[in-house]
């Protein structure tokens, strides 16, 4: 039975590139400038999502009468049920 290292080729000290030399070519620019474009997109979307979050937030706070970040004064703190599911 041939062992794992006979199987491997072998590889020279003539055959590794020097790494000045070595650049990632038109390929790795290809792909670093796909990157960027996703990224440009995709915080583009972040932003039109966040801004309709924020949106339908306040128009909820306006529906419900409550001023924004202000508690029920009629009940006192701490004394609110907790959501489902939620331990107390």
Not at 42 to 54: E, N, T
Request: net charge negative; glycine share 10%; hydrophobic share 50%.
């Amino acid at each position: 039975m041939a062992s794992a290292v006979s199987i491997l080729p072998l590889v020279l000290a003539d055959d590794i590139p020097d790494p000045s030399v070595v650049t990632p070519g038109v390929g790795g620019f290809a792909v670093f400038f796909f990157l960027a474009v996703v990224l440009f997109f995709l915080a583009r979307s972040l932003g039109k999502h966040m801004r309709r979050a924020r949106t339908n937030a306040a128009t909820q706070e306006r529906a419900d009468g409550a001023a924004p970040g202000t508690a029920d004064p009629a009940e006192p703190a701490g004394t609110a049920d907790p959501p489902d599911g939620a331990r107390p």
